[in-house]
Antibody
Framework: EVQLLDSGGGLVQPGGSLRLSCAAS????????MSWVRQAPGKGLEWVSH????????YYADSVKGRFTISRDNSKNTLYLQMSSLRAEDAAVYYC??????????????WGRGTLVTVSS | QTVVTQEPSFSVSPGGTVTLTCGLS?????????PSWYQQTPGQAPRTLIY???TRSSGVPDRFSGSILGNKAALTITGAQADDESDYYC??????????FGGGTKLTVL
């Protein structure tokens, strides 16, 4: 089955760190660029970060630039989001999302179920 | 700062037609922004409906269609059904690996 399984969320104190993972299965993970998208409680979707197939190109929303790091391990079919200096406003459900093909079309075609990050003292 | 605008809420009668729009604070939306649309029900992950302005994702009923209307992207639901009651999000690709989501439209079918 083609799927993405997000994990790693939890409760963290302001200023703390957390690493999210997204395990891909059922497709050739290394062929797809990937993103993280988040949704604060009761709010809309917010694109967070994107990574190319090789990991050589990464992109971030201004709201997380300098604090979050996206990476991937194609040998493990896994996407990561290392989050540091966490703030209350980073609390959200984090979804990993696969960029759809063909690569000339800029959209997301597969979503994980999400993992909840709570930032509180 | 780029802002993508959507109607906060909309209502439609069962069997009716509704058009949701997706605009830009600082420009007209064109196909060059590769608008895509996503449906989300509470507690669930988003579901891809439309990409590249007007291409339906696999398995999406043909009552969902996408277009450019004037200076905005549009999602039209023709023959709305009760289970179309959801939140709908558009996202625009800004280039350089950056996307911006709209604030979403809460659609009520009643």
């Amino acid at each position: 089955e083609v799927q993405l399984l997000d994990s790693g969320g939890g409760l963290v104190q302001p200023g703390g760190s957390l690493r999210l993972s997204c395990a891909a299965s059922g497709f050739t993970f290394s062929s797809y660029p990937m993103s993280w998208v988040r949704q604060a409680p009761g709010k809309g979707l917010e694109w967070v970060s994107h990574i190319s197939t090789s990991g050589g190109s990464v992109y971030y929303a201004d709201s997380v630039k300098g604090r979050f790091t996206i990476s991937r391990d194609n040998s493990k079919n896994t996407l990561y989001l290392q989050m540091s200096s966490l703030r209350a406003e980073d609390a959200a459900v984090y979804y990993c999302a696969r960029r759809g093909l063909p690569l000339g079309y800029w959209y997301f075609d597969l979503w994980g179920r999400g993992t909840l990050v709570t930032v509180s003292s | 700062q780029t802002v993508v605008t959507q109607e906060p809420s909309f209502s439609v009668s069962p069997g009716g037609t509704v058009t949701l729009t997706c605009g830009l604070s600082s420009d007209s939306v064109s196909t060059s922004y590769y608008p895509s649309w996503y449906q989300q029900t509470p507690g669930q992950a988003p579901r891809t409906l439309i990409y590249n302005t007007n291409t339906r994702s696999s398995g999406v009923p043909d009552r969902f269609s996408g277009s450019i209307l004037g200076n905005k992207a549009a999602l039209t639901i023709t023959g709305a059904q009760a289970d179309d009651e959801s939140d709908y999000y558009c996202v625009l690709y800004m280039g350089s690996g950056i996307w911006v989501f709209g604030g979403g439209t809460k659609l009520t079918v009643l």
